[in-house]
């Protein structure tokens, strides 16, 4: 399926098919942070995934209110960008044996997950407020927030000595 479907005809229906996707991303990622949390060796990273996996929780908690607010069923729709971004992680992570260089692995693929997670929350906000539906962007906005929280400390773990130790 893709992004634009047949049964997207107004800028509401791909609100959302887009809600529908974030979704279906956030529940992958929270079965694929427990993987991550295992094979991190650094014990900032590991803590980091863990607090990003209770967020996650938060996440999926918050879209499906936003679909209550918005009066439609709460259902998810493959998304085949998360569905790559998480499979490439996953084949890196197996073939990296060096603790060190895992870690920095880890940390790249995880800021791909938050960059996809970046954009379609920006996405969806603009959307909601477009349609002058403020009350589900405010809601959004929560989860965008910490995304780009995550991202962040991501950021500084990488440059902050697991890059360091990888090389």
Same mark, same amino acid.
Request: proline share 2%; net charge negative.
């Given at each position: @399926? =893709?992004?634009? /479907?047949?049964?997207?005809?107004?800028?509401?229906?791909?609100?959302?098919?887009?809600?529908?996707? %974030?979704?279906?991303?956030? $529940? $992958?990622? $929270?079965?694929?942070?427990? +993987? @991550?949390?295992?094979?991190?060796?650094?014990?900032? &990273?590991?803590?980091?995934?863990?607090?990003?996996?209770?967020? /996650?929780? =938060?996440?999926?908690?918050?879209?499906?209110?936003?679909?209550?607010?918005?009066?439609?069923?709460?259902?998810?729709?493959?998304?085949?960008?998360?569905?790559?971004?998480?499979?490439?992680?996953?084949?890196?992570?197996?073939?990296?044996?060096?603790?060190?260089?895992?870690?920095?692995?880890? %940390?790249?693929?995880?800021?791909?997950?938050?960059?996809?997670?970046?954009?379609?929350?920006?996405?969806l906000i603009a959307w909601a407020k477009q349609l002058g539906r403020?009350?589900?962007?405010?809601?959004?906005?929560?989860? &965008?927030?910490?995304?780009?929280? /995550?991202?962040?400390?991501?950021?500084?773990?990488?440059? =902050? =000595?697991?890059?360091? +130790?990888?090389?």
């Amino acid at each position: @399926m =893709g992004l634009f /479907t047949k049964d997207i005809e107004t800028m509401d229906d791909l609100f959302v098919h887009t809600l529908r996707d %974030i979704y279906y991303a956030e $529940q $992958q990622i $929270q079965k694929n942070l427990p +993987k @991550m949390i295992d094979k991190a060796a650094d014990p900032k &990273l590991k803590a980091g995934f863990e607090k990003h996996l209770e967020e /996650t929780k =938060g996440h999926i908690e918050r879209v499906e209110q936003v679909f209550d607010m918005h009066g439609v069923k709460a259902k998810a729709v493959d998304c085949p960008a998360i569905d790559g971004i998480l499979k490439e992680a996953d084949e890196v992570a197996g073939e990296v044996d060096d603790k060190e260089v895992l870690d920095a692995a880890l %940390i790249a693929a995880a800021q791909a997950v938050e960059h996809y997670e970046i954009t379609r929350y920006g996405t969806l906000i603009a959307w909601a407020k477009q349609l002058g539906r403020n009350d589900c962007a405010s809601v959004l906005e929560k989860n &965008l927030k910490e995304e780009e929280a /995550t991202d962040k400390k991501l950021t500084e773990l990488a440059l =902050g =000595g697991v890059n360091r +130790k990888a090389a």
